[in-house]
């Protein structure tokens, strides 16, 4: 097993190369520049060249771009210009207040998905099914930042229930855990309700394919009760399509983080991302999509690990 | 006699295209411990169903009447709770393939281990697993408690289904066709098993089946089932013997058996559960079918021990008069056509850090020759690499060695050259559904190989598909329709068809009727007979079934681990056989009727 992950991870390097290579050459072929988002927009030319060739952004693009990979070799991600910050320093800061909410919103809907799932193979075809399908499609279909805007009209604007947006409370001298999860609470319903409405759909589907298996035929003749079969029989082989989709969504997800976010101004890698991408901040935004292309490679590796410890017959030659 | 189980008057019913639609109608069948009754019919007859509804194991939806007495109690009718009490514990049951049937991604050792839990408790129980393992043999069992099902072979995978059924030593084992789809030899093993359990048991046993050959050495009662209704019940020997119904009769002589010298092929299909006949269901098809059958359904009529649903029963036989022997006649003399020499065919192995490890080869240094209008049979069990040796004559695989068609290597020939030599030869696949593309239609199908050859006009082309498709037997009319509309008869017939369009010199038929029923493998083994005479075609027909290869064969290549072991006249091979793997492939088949 050992051995495939190694396989897989030299395979992936090369598609992480060219992700960070064409993310590289589209940021710097769009007009403008950071200067102007640092100097504003009225700076003469003069002082935008002088900052220009301060930063080395008047060098020729492929040694800026060499440069970039012989820093990265050195472990440095270089400094963010609108910020004036080390990358890695300023990344793990967000991407720390990313993985809380995202570790959160993530076992929440696939416990949701799971149970919903469950429910819709069991009764496929009747009525519970046909309802939670319906609320299925009707939440995958709605825009995550329409979800979010009607929450924060609802329990923010109208019942004052819930802060609308930010991380914490920031006239409170000493924040404690309250208010961090208070802020938490609609970002994480928001892509709950978007992601359970596509993963429960998958796995009601392969609930109802499991049961449909000769092999539970078998255990219904050997005196298996229903119940038992759909623990001890179904829901072991019915998860396998899960884990391959919260493994491809990992990215997926994390796209849908860029919306969400920014409706609910959750310093997050998301967010990060959004301001770098407006200020032309390259160091960051191309470190960003380094750690997307990371992510995606260890959520696809993981997911067929998950698989291999679910399917016996899974191979890794 | 005790009775063990007794179906009174059972139908089932399943929902299909918006209303019930019957599938088995009035079955009544009994059987006492230590019996085993052979429910036999062909796909579509209703006897799974028949099966299942015994421990209503039936698809939601289904609908059962009548009445099923098991130890004292009417399973019809008892509550789903106490019904999952009798499952397992007073009747087990095996299935068709089990690999399907046995859960993936739990161990062996689990599944028995829960089929005994279930109803007597306790935990992993190791002791009964093992003992059971060794009762349906399999060795070296303590060893294999932790593997799946996926690491046993399809033999042993049946095996362990066997063991999980008789896990709490039920007084009914039903066993619904639990030796299709394995390898002759391994068939027989299973059938063995069954019939030895049975004895030491004491148990009864319902094995349903749509081969009467496999019960024929151990079955003591049939039941016939045709389009849902039992037309011919009573005891196996006699049966066997003096088959009075003529469906029952017709299906018989279908059989395959070692050297036959003709197969009876019964006209027409089984009709759809949605349009079965208002009389007697088999009066279409039936070559003694009188005015009065297509009234009413005919009462039974008892004749020594077995009783028939027909107006006008077949009179008992002298035995010796249907037999057929094979004439005795000089092997035919062919022109040689293709030869084939030194042929072996690596498969690539797993390919490590290091390069590829030694692959194991697949077929080693096969050699023959191929005459004009001769058919090769090439007989193996799975895995033997017969399949590889007719892909390798096709050019399909790369091979070493040399194929030459006509005394031309193929090696030596390139681009449209080799296309076209390619061409004359032409392959039949097992799945005749699958190997169709299901969004092409019919016409189109057929077209294809004849479009390859050159430009025709519409008319022609259309008019050459016709002609075809009424060469194999079928109405021209059906080029307009899409592949899954036909029967698995049909549509083998259409890719005879598909091949004869390229007007091909030699046809490699792989498996041609193993997906196919008795009956309609009969009809299909004539057709090809029939075509290979009129068309001087060769065929090379690999098979795992000797009795068809027998059948059809001038010569026989017995191929064992990726060696031919021994090549020779069909007669010849049959009379002597000079390899141990031969005579046990010759014992293993269906022998002839009357010996």
């Known amino acids: ?317 | 006699m005790n009775a063990v189980l007794r179906v009174e008057n059972l139908s089932a019913a399943l929902p299909r295209g918006g209303r019930d639609v019957p599938i088995v109608e009035g079955l009544n069948l009994t059987i006492n411990a230590g019996e085993m009754l052979a429910l036999v019919g062909e796909s579509g007859s209703g006897k799974t169903i028949a099966a299942l509804s015994i421990m209503r194991l039936l698809p939601p939806g289904a609908t059962l009447t009548g009445g099923v007495w098991l130890g004292g109690q009417n399973l019809a009718l008892l509550p789903e709770s106490a019904l999952r009490r009798v499952r397992g514990r007073d009747a087990g049951m095996v299935f068709q393939n089990p690999l399907a049937a046995l859960n993936p991604s739990r161990t062996v050792a689990s599944q028995i281990a829960e089929a005994w839990r279930v109803h007597n408790g306790g935990g992993k129980n190791t002791a009964r697993v093992l003992e059971l393992l060794g009762e349906v043999g399999i060795p070296n069992a303590a060893a294999r408690l932790g593997d799946y099902p996926h690491q046993f072979s399809g033999g042993q995978r049946q095996r362990v289904m066997l063991a999980m059924a008789l896990a709490c030593a039920p007084k009914l084992l039903i066993a619904d066709e639990p030796t299709s789809g394995l390898d002759p030899l391994i068939a027989r093993q299973i059938m063995e098993l069954i019939a030895r359990l049975r004895r030491e048991l004491n148990m009864a046993v319902l094995f349903v089946t749509h081969d009467l050959s496999v019960v024929e050495a151990h079955a003591d009662a049939v039941q016939m089932l045709y389009a849902g209704k039992s037309v011919e019940w009573g005891s196996a020997k006699q049966f066997f013997t003096h088959p009075r119904h003529p469906y029952s009769e017709a299906l018989l002589g279908s059989i395959a058996r070692v050297g036959q010298a003709r197969l009876h092929n019964i006209p027409g299909s089984l009709p759809e559960p949605e349009a079965r006949p208002p009389g007697c269901r088999f009066a279409p098809r039936c070559a003694h079918c009188q005015p009065d059958c297509e009234a009413a359904f005919p009462p039974p009529s008892q004749f020594g021990a077995t009783t028939a649903a027909c107006f006008y029963p077949r009179p008992v036989q002298d035995r010796h008069a249907g037999v057929e022997a094979l004439p005795v006649t000089a092997p035919r003399r062919f022109i040689t056509q293709l030869q084939v020499q030194h042929l072996s065919v690596r498969y690539a192995g797993k390919t490590g850090w290091f390069g590829a490890k030694a692959a194991m080869p697949a077929l080693r240094d096969a050699s023959f020759s191929l005459g004009r209008g001769e058919c090769l049979g090439v007989v193996g069990e799975s895995g033997s690499g017969k399949s590889t040796l007719g892909r390798a004559i096709l050019q399909m695989l790369p091979y070493e060695g040399q194929v030459l068609l006509e005394d031309t290597d193929f090696a030596a020939l390139h681009g449209a050259a080799r296309c076209a030599r390619r061409r004359r030869l032409q392959l039949v696949f097992q799945d005749p559904r699958e190997s169709m593309n299901p969004r092409l239609r019919i016409g189109e199908i057929i077209a294809e190989p004849l479009r390859l050859q050159g430009q025709l006009p519409q008319a022609a082309l259309r008019e050459k598909v016709e002609t075809l498709l009424r060469r194999v037997g079928l109405n021209a009319q059906l080029a307009g329709l899409f592949p899954g509309t036909l029967s698995g008869g049909q549509a083998q017939r259409v890719a005879i068809a598909r091949a004869l369009a390229a007007s091909p010199d030699i046809i490699v038929l792989d498996e041609p009727t193993s997906s196919l029923d008795v009956s309609t493998q009969a009809m299909l083994l004539n057709l090809l007979k029939d075509i290979a005479y009129t068309d001087a075609l060769s065929y090379i027909l690999i098979s795992h079934d000797f009795a068809v290869v027998s059948y059809m064969a001038d010569r026989i290549a017995v191929l064992h681990e990726g060696r031919i072991v021994e090549l020779n006249d069909t007669a010849a091979l049959i009379a002597a056989p000079r390899h141990a793997y031969t005579a046990a492939l010759i014992a293993a088949a269906p022998q002839p009727r009357g010996v």
């Not at chain 1, 400094?79 to 890695?88: F, I």
């Not at chain 1, 609308?164 to 609609?186: N, Q, T």
């Not at chain 1, 101004?265 to 935004?285: C, E, F, T, V």
């Open chain 1, 1 to 317: 097993m050992m051995r495939m992950v190694a396989r897989r991870l030299a395979a992936s390097g090369l598609s992480i190369f060219i992700l960070v290579t064409l993310v590289f050459f589209m940021a710097h072929l769009t007009p403008g520049g950071p200067a102007y988002s640092i100097l504003g927009l009225k700076a003469n030319a003069t002082s935008v060249a002088q900052l220009n060739a301060r930063l080395g952004l008047n060098q020729p693009l492929l040694q800026q771009y060499g440069l970039w990979w012989w820093h990265l070799a050195h472990g440095r991600l270089g400094y963010s210009y609108l910020l004036n910050r080390p990358v890695g320093a300023l990344l793990w800061r967000y991407e720390l207040n990313t993985l809380v909410f995202y570790a959160i919103a993530i076992s929440l809907s696939t416990g949701l998905s799971i149970l919903l799932g469950l429910a819709q193979g069991v009764y496929f075809g009747r009525w519970p099914a046909r309802l939670i399908g319906a609320f299925q499609l009707g939440f995958y279909a709605l825009p995550p930042f329409f979800i979010a805007a009607m929450l924060v009209l609802w329990a923010c604007v109208r019942h004052r229930w819930l802060p609308a947006s930010g991380m914490v409370d920031l006239r409170l001298a000493h924040p404690g855990i309250a208010s961090y999860a208070a802020h938490l609470v609609l970002p994480v319903i928001t892509v709950t309700l978007f992601t359970t409405a596509s993963l429960s759909r998958y796995f009601g589907e392969a609930v109802h394919e499991e049961l449909g298996r000769d092999y539970v035929r078998t255990a219904r003749a050997k005196g298996v009760g229903f119940t038992a079969i759909l623990f001890t029989h179904v829901l072991r082989n019915a998860l396998r399509p899960l884990v391959t989709m919260l493994g491809l969504s990992l990215p997926y997800i994390f796209t849908g983080g860029v919306i969400v976010e920014s409706v609910f101004n959750y310093p997050g890698l998301g967010w990060l991302m959004w301001r770098s991408a407006l200020a032309q901040d390259y160091p960051i935004l191309i470190a960003i999509v380094l750690v997307i292309g990371l992510l995606t490679v260890l959520g696809n590796l993981l997911a067929d690990v998950v698989n291999g410890l679910l399917d016996p017959r899974a191979s890794y030659e």
